[in-house]
Nanobody, 123 residues
Framework: QVQLVESGGGSVLAGGSLRLSCVVSSDTYCTSDMSWYRQPVGKEREFVSRIDSDGSASYADSVKGRFTVSQDNAVNTLYLHMNSLQPDDTAMYYC?????????????????WGQGTQVTVSS
């Protein structure tokens, strides 16, 4: 069983910063990766950033240079540091945890989501 709890969202002015947190509770040990996604009102959920199982990070082009993903394994927490926020960053932000394993020769994952935290950026 995996539970994810996000926090840190809020309302800021354009140019401001926020730090999102996602605390992971799991009774299953597995190779995993963790990601941030966001979903603006009326739009599809979109990828923001990921930390792979080897610790490497990746970002959507729209947030490169402004957002930084990090994790603290000592407290089982994933972070998203967001700087230079713009109104287009307004969305519900979700944390995703994937427990990875091989099935039929392919790498697959059991996917878990948090409840989301709202970020609102006003101009």
């Amino acid at each position: 069983q995996v539970q994810l709890v996000e926090s840190g969202g809020g309302s800021v002015l354009a140019g401001g910063s926020l730090r999102l947190s996602c605390v992971v509770s799991s009774d299953t040990y597995c190779t995993s990766d963790m990601s941030w996604y966001r979903q603006p009102v009326g739009k599809e959920r979109e990828f923001v950033s990921r930390i792979d199982s080897d610790g490497s990070a990746s970002y959507a082009d729209s947030v490169k240079g402004r957002f930084t993903v990090s994790q603290d394994n000592a407290v089982n927490t994933l972070y998203l540091h967001m700087n230079s926020l713009q109104p287009d960053d307004t969305a519900m932000y979700y944390c995703q945890f994937r427990c990875l394993y091989y099935s039929g020769g392919s790498l697959v994952g059991d996917t878990y989501w948090g409840q989301g935290t709202q970020v609102t950026v006003s101009s």
